[in-house]
């Protein structure tokens, strides 16, 4: 059975990754015989967290020194749990768990070289010592490098970094830092590195005064939430017969890659597209390509006399853009209304681009009347105190 600070650390996490890409019921069945992950696993295609929790029984602190001594020997339990589960992801082609939906889901073989492999532990007192509180790796020969976080901390960096790229453009740079800067870093508070990524994720020259900045952070969540919008999807796809319940999840997924000024920018879209739609007035798809992603992006609005016809228009919008930009994923959302009721519908398509005809042609159409739609490139962190 979890622990407080498991159920703690998992519903931090799943914050960042949706309830659909975090893992907390690890048992699986293998050829030799019933085995477990680590407490929390987070997994999105080729973004891999592996998450070991220790707790000190708050019964059981004692003296500065066997705090200490209880410090280090559950950071190195830790480290081995965590490599028994980077064992069973070599071993096995793919691994079958259950997610927080209660959907079992079968992680692939990951690449091993890009799992974030992180310890978090709970004191429950405050006789670690400032250099053991500061410790941000354990160093293996045979694991690698493993993140260490006091659970004060990882609050914090899950508090800052709203998505699952995010964390994981976090926890790379935070080894690159670590590594560049092994003895200064070990005596600065996690607060630094998270600024100092927040400011730039350029490794190479420490700046105090990048900590000053953190309370400044640009952390408007009403601009990049998409929650509400998501809890619809289940049941507002246009997904082929005979789908699994959890097919949906390739929608979500190009939205769960996303960073913080990625999904402003399709929330935007989507809430002018609904506002169209509210009008009931003739209004033109918006689109655009996000290249870090390779996925493109459609939003439909259709006046009343059109709304029959959603579903042609969703898929038809949605394969051209993603054919006109050679884009390898598409995903369109179309908006109509019914009395006073809005009608959401949603499609994904992913395949390698082809040459077609038809498409061509169709393409050739389009230009013409839509124009060549949007391709971005948005920036990273913003301050209240600095220009855009």
Not at 89 to 111: Q, T
Not at 178 to 184: C, S, V
Not at 243 to 271: M, P
Not at 280 to 304: H, I, Q, S, W
């Amino acid at each position: 059975m979890a622990t407080e600070s498991e159920r703690i650390v998992t519903s931090i996490s799943s914050n960042v990754f949706f309830e659909e890409f975090t893992f907390d019921k690890n048992q699986f069945r293998s050829k030799d015989g019933e085995l477990e992950l680590a407490d929390t696993v987070l997994w999105l295609d080729d973004l891999l967290f592996v998450i070991q929790v220790k707790e000190r029984n708050p019964n059981d602190v004692k003296t500065a020194v066997e705090e200490n001594k209880w410090f280090l020997n559950v950071t190195k339990k830790a480290k081995k749990q965590i490599g028994d589960s980077i064992t069973f992801f070599k071993s096995y082609d793919g691994i079958k768990i259950k997610n927080l939906r209660n959907h079992e889901i079968e992680i692939l073989k990951p690449s091993l070289d890009q799992i974030n492999k992180v310890i978090v532990y709970v004191p429950n007192s405050d006789l670690i010592t400032e250099e053991n509180r500061f410790t941000k790796f354990y160093e293996s020969s045979q694991v690698g490098n493993v993140h260490i976080f006091h659970i004060e901390d990882y609050l914090w960096v899950c508090k800052y970094l709203v998505t699952p790229t995010e964390l994981d453009e976090y926890l790379k740079f935070r080894e690159r830092i670590y590594l560049k800067h092994k003895q200064i870093i070990s005596i600065f508070p996690e607060q630094y590195v998270l600024s100092h990524f927040l400011n730039t994720d350029d490794e190479s020259i420490i700046r105090e005064g990048y900590i000053e900045t953190l309370t400044t952070v640009d952390q408007d969540t009403v601009g990049w939430d998409m929650s509400g919008i998501i809890r619809s999807f289940p049941n507002k796809l246009v997904m082929p017969e005979g789908s699994a319940a959890h097919d949906y999840y390739a929608i979500i997924k190009q939205i769960a890659k996303l960073k913080r000024f990625e999904l402003k920018h399709l929330k935007d879209r989507f809430i002018a597209m609904i506002d169209d739609v509210e009008k009931d007035t003739m209004a033109f798809p918006y689109r655009y390509a996000n290249p870090r992603t390779e996925c493109g992006f459609v939003f439909v609005p259709l006046v009343k006399e059109k709304a029959g016809v959603w579903r042609n228009a969703l898929v038809a919008f949605t394969g051209i853009f993603k054919y006109k930009w050679k884009l390898k994923k598409c995903l369109g959302v179309c908006a109509s209304k019914d009395g006073s009721y809005f009608d959401i519908n949603w499609a994904f398509t992913e395949s390698d681009w082809i040459y077609d005809q038809k498409l061509d042609e169709a393409v050739k159409r389009d230009l013409e009347v839509y124009g060549q739609g949007e391709i971005i490139n948005l920036g990273r962190y913003k301050f209240k105190d600095k220009e855009d």
